[in-house]
């Protein structure tokens, strides 16, 4: 069964540093890129960037590169997106995605990760 | 940039047909890719490629996509279609959604 497991729920202080974690199983990990979508409360989809784990090619949404850094490990069959210094306005939930190539849907999503930004 | 416009909402009677639109400059030319999400639920992919479904997803889930607007039609509406839908498209190694829309099975 094709799974992708995150890590859970956070709660962070303002200026605090963060990474989530998104783990692939059932497929093979380096054939697709991972991608991260935001979501903030009671809005819609917003594309960060993805990884391609094999080579560790990454590409960024421009509204998000140098906030946020994507990053891989194949040999764990495991992506990450981490924030140096969270805002109140990162509270969001977050979600990954794979995707085979750049005209194909995103197949399959993580269940989420919540992460709330609170002082 | 590009960008994807869905309306913000979209009713329908039980068991009528729905249909949800999503317009952009030429979007003819690309692949677009439909979501559905659920309160509290990851998006699932109910169409990919303008008109395929994939494994799982009712026929009564179709797609067109010509021109300045794709739209995903959803026949025979049930009340466990309700929710939100969103469009995506790749653009110049980006990927965008449409902002959403909202459907209300009544």
């Known amino acids: 069964e094709v799974l992708l497991v995150q890590s859970g729920a956070e709660v962070k202080k303002p200026g605090e540093a963060l990474k989530i974690s998104c783990k692939g199983s059932g497929y093979s990990f380096t054939t697709y890129w991972t991608h991260w979508v935001r979501q903030m409360p009671g809005k819609g989809l917003e594309w960060m960037g993805s990884i391609f784990p094999s080579d560790s090619d990454t590409r960024y949404s421009p509204a998000f590169q140098g906030h946020v850094t994507i990053s891989a490990d194949k040999s764990i069959s495991t992506a990450y997106v981490q924030w140096s210094s969270l805002k109140a306005s990162d509270t969001a939930m977050y979600y990954c995605?794979?995707?085979?190539?750049?005209?194909?849907?995103?197949?399959?999503w993580g269940q989420g990760t919540m992460v709330t930004v609170t002082s | 940039s590009y960008e994807l416009t869905q309306p913000l909402s979209v009713s329908v009677a039980l068991g009528q047909t729905a249909r949800i639109t999503c317009g952009g400059h030429n979007i003819g030319s690309k692949n677009v890719h439909w979501y559905q999400q659920k309160p509290g639920q990851a998006p699932v992919v109910v169409l990919y490629?303008?008109?395929n479904r994939p494994s799982g997803i009712p026929e009564r889930f179709s797609g067109s996509n010509s021109g300045n607007t794709a739209t995903l039609t959803i026949s025979r509406a049930q009340a466990g279609d309700e929710a939100d839908y969103y469009c995506?498209?790749?653009?110049?190694?980006?990927?965008?959604f449409g902002g959403g829309t909202k459907l209300t099975v009544l």
């Open positions: 995605a794979r995707k085979l190539g750049v005209h194909d849907s995103f197949d399959m």
């Open positions: 490629r303008d008109t």
């Open positions: 995506q498209v790749w653009d110049s190694y980006v990927v965008i």
